[in-house]
């Protein structure tokens, strides 16, 4: 497994996401960040998140190609201009680099959920970034 070089984790773990700090709300755990030598200019980070039951975000963006795959519990997403989903472990969601994310939240208010997030964004850009 790759180290994350220290900019990659202090941007996982201070910018925002959702409008809110990871160190406060969600638990982030990075688990690589990887240059893409056939893709100029950008990299690929991956994060796992943890939801405590009923956890949620704000509306925020990423910029990037965001994959996201369920591992544990249930979550509800939901981008600008489509329909909320609810997924279960091995379901996935997938985020454009111009969607605008309205849910994110924990969609048990009993249970932990836990999801794997694979961003494909500018080399050193920010993770999130709350939407305007």
């Given at each position: 497994?790759?180290?994350?070089?220290?900019?990659?984790?202090?941007?996982?773990?201070?910018?925002?996401?959702?409008?809110?700090?990871?160190?406060?709300?969600?638990?982030?755990?990075?688990?690589?960040?990887?240059?893409?030598?056939?893709?100029?200019?950008?990299?690929?980070?991956?994060?796992?998140v943890q939801y405590a039951p009923g956890q949620s975000s704000a509306v925020?963006?990423?910029?990037?190609?965001?994959?996201?795959?369920?591992?544990?519990?249930?979550?509800?997403?939901?981008?600008?201009?489509?329909?909320?989903?609810?997924?279960?472990?091995?379901?996935?969601?997938?985020?454009?680099?111009?969607?605008?994310?309205?849910?994110?939240?924990?969609?048990?208010?009993?249970?932990?959920?836990?999801?794997?997030?694979?961003?494909?964004?500018?080399?050193?850009?920010?993770?999130?970034?709350?939407?305007?």
């Amino acid at each position: 497994m790759m180290n994350i070089s220290r900019a990659a984790l202090a941007t996982v773990l201070l910018c925002p996401f959702g409008g809110r700090l990871l160190a406060q709300e969600a638990k982030v755990t990075p688990l690589m960040t990887k240059e893409l030598p056939d893709i100029p200019g950008r990299e690929a980070l991956m994060v796992t998140v943890q939801y405590a039951p009923g956890q949620s975000s704000a509306v925020h963006r990423h910029n990037a190609h965001t994959f996201v795959y369920v591992l544990e519990g249930s979550v509800m997403m939901q981008v600008k201009g489509g329909a909320p989903v609810t997924l279960t472990p091995g379901q996935t969601f997938y985020e454009g680099p111009e969607d605008i994310h309205v849910v994110s939240r924990n969609a048990s208010t009993t249970r932990p959920a836990k999801f794997l997030v694979l961003f494909v964004k500018m080399k050193g850009a920010p993770v999130s970034l709350p939407a305007q």
